[in-house]
T-cell receptor, first 114, second 112 residues
Framework: DSGVTQTPKHLITATGQRVTLRCSPRSGDLSVYWYQQSLDQGLQFLIQYYNGEERAKGNILERFSAQQFPDLHSELNLSSLELGDSALYFC?????????????FGSGTRLTVV | QKEVEQDPGPLSVPEGAIVSLNCTYSNSAFQYFMWYRQYSRKGPELLMYTYSSGNKEDGRFTAQVDKSSKYISLFIRDSQPSDSATYLCAMSAFNQGGKLIFGQGTELSVKP
């Protein structure tokens, strides 16, 4: 157990729907990162929050949004889902904002859009 | 062209072999270099972290960074079947916040 908790582990939903993925960071970590992993694109950075504020943004689609709450847990919202959004979504956390020393990943949410 | 290139393998070696995994990159601003190990259906696990050029050793693992060649390596000595996993290199620049750029990952299989 890495200490980063992601729920749910698996999610199957239909195209056009909206889902919310949840992440609880490791105790003491203030930064939360979201990544998407697909077979063709590999691990792609989506967005980072540090202590409730957005700090860095990757190639995150406009249909996707995220936030970090006062208790530091984070949610990734995916809307108007398409078949191509099927992927593993990972959350990671670190104590500092830079992430340059590496961070700790959760076990992921496997999203299947049908 | 991708910022980080990594041979996806698969790479199959006998138990006890020395394994060499490599990545090349194009962004000269990268200063922080990491290796992650990912078992099937699990999240990536940080193995090694290196800042700038040089070598770092941790048990059976050695990470090397050659910034002049934009080339990083991970060596695994006395490989074990439990080392069978996908190995991902990752790197970041000082001014990119927490964003890591990952290689595609190399799938390694160590046969008993």
């Amino acid at each position: 157990d890495s200490g980063v908790t992601q729920t749910p582990k698996h999610l199957i939903t239909a195209t056009g729907q909206r889902v919310t993925l949840r992440c609880s960071p490791r105790s003491g970590d203030l930064s939360v990162y979201w990544y998407q992993q697909s077979l063709d694109q590999g691990l792609q950075f989506l967005i980072q929050y540090y202590n409730g504020e957005e700090r860095a943004k990757g190639n995150i689609l406009e249909r996707f949004s995220a936030q970090q709450f006062p208790d530091l847990h984070s949610e990734l919202n995916l809307s108007s889902l398409e078949l191509g959004d099927s992927a593993l979504y990972f959350c990671a956390s670190s104590v500092e904002t830079g992430g340059n020393y590496g961070y700790t990943f959760g076990s992921g949410t496997r999203l299947t859009v049908v | 062209q991708k910022e980080v290139e990594q041979d996806p393998g698969p790479l199959s070696v006998p138990e006890g072999a020395i394994v060499s995994l490599n990545c090349t990159y194009s962004n000269s601003a990268f200063q922080y270099f990491m290796w992650y190990r990912q078992y099937s259906r699990k999240g990536p696990e940080l193995l090694m972290y290196t800042y700038s050029s040089g070598n770092k050793e941790d048990g059976r693992f050695t990470a090397q960074v050659d910034k002049s060649s934009k080339y990083i390596s991970l060596f695994i000595r006395d490989s074990q079947p439990s080392d069978s996993a996908t190995y991902l290199c990752a790197m970041s620049a000082f001014n990119q916040g927490g964003k890591l750029i990952f290689g595609q990952g190399t799938e390694l299989s160590v046969k008993p």
